[in-house]
T-cell receptor
């Protein structure tokens, strides 16, 4: 089974600054999807950004961007111009694109992001 | 924007009782999922459901668990005889296609006493 590792249990950033959250994964597959989900105190899981492994270009969504390094199996999330509303738990997740490998999203343990004024 | 809705938001039950957690997926989605998150731990996959049958389940999803899509809109998770360790946040999710992003509901917090 694929494993997802988030090595930073907690991170802190000042408002308006930039922060990078780390994620690595282990897989023998070549085709897959990677995701970052945000979980604010309300506990809802909100999709932040998605990356297809076959795409070399890094995904971006407004202030959120990723640095996808396929050979290194690394998928970090960069949050620019951090806002107080970005404070949340962030989960990295992996999903196989191979239908024979199942449907499950495999999540990392999460990184708690604190945004200070 | 359409969203996945879950009810109730919080359920308290006694050990050994049956509970049913309810979800209404996004209307044009075809794939449905249940995940759970024990407090302070990562989100874990339970089961996926497609074409009126289970397509995949994890080791957590034992005989005490079942899922059903009783009509065209609801998707339920039943726990037959709850245990203390079933206390967790349960998330329902749906996706339009197999490889589409999952959209999660707000979760049901289950507390087993």
């Amino acid at each position: 089974a694929q494993t997802v590792t988030q090595s930073q249990p907690e991170m802190s950033v000042q408002e308006a600054e930039t922060v990078t959250l780390s994620c690595t994964y282990d897989t023998s597959e070549s085709d897959y999807y990677l995701f970052w989900y945000k979980q604010p105190p309300s506990r809802q899981m909100i999709l932040v950004i998605r990356q297809e492994a076959y795409k070399q270009q890094n995904a971006t969504e407004n202030r959120f961007s990723v640095n996808f390094q396929k050979a290194a199996k690394s998928f970090s999330l960069k949050i620019s111009d951090s806002q107080l509303g970005d404070a949340a738990m962030y989960f990295c997740a992996y999903r196989s694109a191979n239908s024979n490998s199942g449907y499950a999203l495999n999540f990392g343990k999460g990184t708690s992001l604190l945004v200070t004024p | 924007e359409p969203e996945v809705t879950q009810t109730p938001s919080h359920q308290v039950t006694q050990m050994g009782q049956e509970v049913i957690l309810r979800c209404v997926p996004i209307s044009n989605h075809l794939y449905f999922y249940w995940y759970r998150q024990i407090l302070g731990q990562k989100v874990e996959f339970l089961v996926s459901f497609y074409n009126n049958e289970i397509s995949e389940k994890s080791e957590i999803f034992d005989d005490q668990f079942s899922v059903e899509r009783p009509d065209g809109s609801n998707f339920t998770l039943k726990i037959r005889s709850t245990k203390l360790e079933d206390s967790a946040m349960y998330f329902c999710a749906s996706s339009a296609r197999r490889n589409s992003p999952l959209h999660f509901g707000n979760g049901t917090r289950l507390t087993v006493t």
